[in-house]
């Protein structure tokens, strides 16, 4: 089984639709969660930045965790076309987690068309 | 504020020739990485360096060496460049070991 799993999609919607990204893992030692935005030809960049379970929310975008089921979702709302892009989840252990755990384990990414 | 910059964006190698890519953070931030992206594989660890003066391998060292000039610059070599080795390469920061990455814009290699 992979540390994290993330169907890769390609995944279209209409303009206006709630978007909802999914992934799971199988490391219980993860307890930071983070989305990432992709678009072609640029780097991630980091869209959401969750500690442990519950939900954060920034502007349309909203970030769940749990870990008692050990998966992470991304609700988009209203979406635009500008939120054409891969979104990848990542997660880490942390600094005090042990053995390699701290460092970020990504999915593969799922890609987004909001069609206008 | 320039966050990560990455040099060259674009290289076209031939198999066999051998060369350097340049990162750079001004977030002083302690920890650097390099990763390359593949479609359908994802972001692979290559090497990473904890803090200045260390380095270490990641998932696919294999190939490549770094170098962790000072906190600032992190650099990547191909020895002797691979057709396998075509792929995009990003560079990452991070502040410390519970902080997120910030990730540069790409280089885009070709080996022929």
């Known amino acids: 089984q992979k540390e994290v799993e993330q169907d890769p999609g390609p995944l279209s919607v209409p303009e206006g639709a709630i978007v909802s990204l999914n992934c799971t893992y199988s490391?219980?030692?993860?307890?930071?969660f983070m989305w990432y935005r992709q678009y072609s030809r640029k780097g991630p960049e980091l869209l959401m930045y969750?500690?442990?379970?519950g939900n954060k929310e920034d502007g349309r975008f909203t970030a769940q965790v749990d870990k008692s089921s050990k998966y992470i979702s991304l609700f988009i709302r209203d979406s635009q076309p500008s939120d054409s892009a891969t979104y990848l989840c990542?997660?880490?252990?942390?600094?005090?987690?042990?053995?390699?755990?701290?460092?970020?384990?990504f999915g593969k990414g799922t890609l987004l068309t909001v069609n206008p | 504020n320039a966050g990560v910059t990455q040099t060259p964006k674009f290289q076209v190698l031939k198999t066999g020739q051998s060369m350097t890519l340049q990162c750079a953070q001004d977030m002083n931030h302690n920890s650097m990485y390099w990763y390359r992206q593949d479609p359908g594989m994802g972001l692979r660890l290559i090497y990473y360096s904890a803090s200045e003066g260390t380095t270490d391998k990641g998932e696919v060292p294999n190939g490549y060496n770094v170098s962790r000039l000072n906190k600032r610059e992190f650099s990547l070599r191909l020895e002797s460049a691979a057709p396998s080795q075509t792929s995009v390469y990003f560079c990452a920061s991070q502040r410390d070991r519970d902080s997120p990455l910030h990730f540069g814009n790409g280089t885009r290699l070709t080996v022929t």
């Open positions: 990542a997660m880490s252990g942390g600094a005090y987690s042990g053995g390699s755990n701290y460092k970020l384990t």
């Open positions: 969750t500690y442990s379970s």
């Open positions: 490391n219980s030692a993860f307890q930071y």
